[in-house]
């Protein structure tokens, strides 16, 4: 059992920035087969993939979010993070963390609201 622990979100205005984190219970990364990353669901909207890292540091980003948002982790491999930059009113969404490890784990959820 791998629990995410994620930071909280926030409210900005269109063009800011913030900086999401999620901590995982077990080193995801020690495993091969290892991935940690974001998802997001707006309102009335299906979940969706905003970015995915694996072990050898591979990154996958939305096509909407390329160019904008990083995502990375630490040197221990508890913990991945994600910058957005130049935030947009349609990147508001509850956040979650994604880990796989055989199984799927997700976090809480944390709400990004970006204003207009």
């Known amino acids: 059992q791998v629990q995410l622990v994620e930071s909280r979100g926030g409210f900005v205005q269109a063009g800011g920035s913030l900086r999401l984190s999620c901590t995982a219970s077990r080193s995801i990364f020690l495993f091969v087969t290892g991935v940690m990353g974001w998802y997001r669901q707006a309102p009335g909207k299906q979940r969706e993939l905003v970015a995915t890292?694996?072990?050898?540091?591979?990154?996958n980003y939305a096509d909407s979010v390329k160019g904008r948002f990083t995502i990375s982790t630490d040197n221990n491999k508890n913990t991945v993070y994600l910058q957005m930059n130049s935030l947009r009113p349609e990147d508001t969404a509850v956040y979650y963390c994604?880990?796989?490890?055989?199984?799927?784990?997700w976090g809480q959820g944390t709400q990004v609201s970006v204003s207009s």
């Open positions: 890292i694996t072990r050898t540091g591979a990154a």
């Open positions: 994604y880990a796989s490890v055989v199984d799927d784990y």
